[in-house]
């Protein structure tokens, strides 16, 4: 299967989970529970996460868990050439929706990579070794590139897939924690 019709279908599948409000809930609690059960998450004073999208694991509970825990929040900004660069936010921090749909924050606080410690890693599709299929942009895979903190992602099972062979540029994450 090509990323782009793995893509399709999973998305497909977290639309459906995304109809089931009270059992994306409950498995996103599950999720929380065993990443702050997690070294990575405990000894991190700085994470860096997405601004989520309603098919993805919601992480706003988790930047509230972060920020109770005394850690720092980064956000990511897409930059020109597929980059990425991670900005801090809180609570009363604004956002701006690109035209992917994606909520970046309207900060100035600049955090270099080798400041965060735990980066939690979105994708649309993963392979349980780690392996991650994107949305597309390879953001990500340029970012890892030499990136060298600890790599979580948070996975519904309905995003599992078997039938996909990663490329040599693909980066697996360290530890995914699926519900």
Not at 21 to 36: D, G, M, S, V, W
Not at 164 to 177: A, C, E, R, Y
Request: net charge neutral; aromatic share 12%; hydrophobic share 35%.
């Amino acid at each position: 299967m090509e990323k782009k019709q793995i893509r399709q279908a999973i998305l497909s599948k977290l639309q459906s989970l995304a109809n089931r409000p009270e059992e994306k809930l409950a498995r996103e609690t599950q999720l929380y529970q065993e990443l702050c059960q997690t070294k990575s998450w405990q000894q991190a004073e700085c994470i860096g996460m997405i601004r989520s999208t309603p098919l993805e694991v919601a992480t706003y509970p988790l930047y509230q868990l972060a920020w109770q825990e005394g850690k720092t929040v980064v956000v990511p900004k897409s930059l020109p050439n597929r980059q990425l660069a991670f900005y801090a936010v809180d609570e009363k921090t604004e956002y701006t929706t690109t035209k992917f749909g994606v909520e970046e924050p309207l900060s100035q606080h600049f955090v270099d990579k080798t400041n965060i410690q735990l980066l939690i890693v979105p994708g649309v599709a993963f392979k349980k070794e780690g392996y991650r299929i994107g949305y597309g942009g390879g953001f990500y895979d340029r970012y890892l590139a030499d990136y060298t903190g600890e790599t979580i992602s948070l996975v519904f099972k309905e995003q599992l897939i078997t039938n996909w062979q990663p490329q040599s540029f693909d980066l697996p994450v360290q530890q995914i924690i699926i519900a």
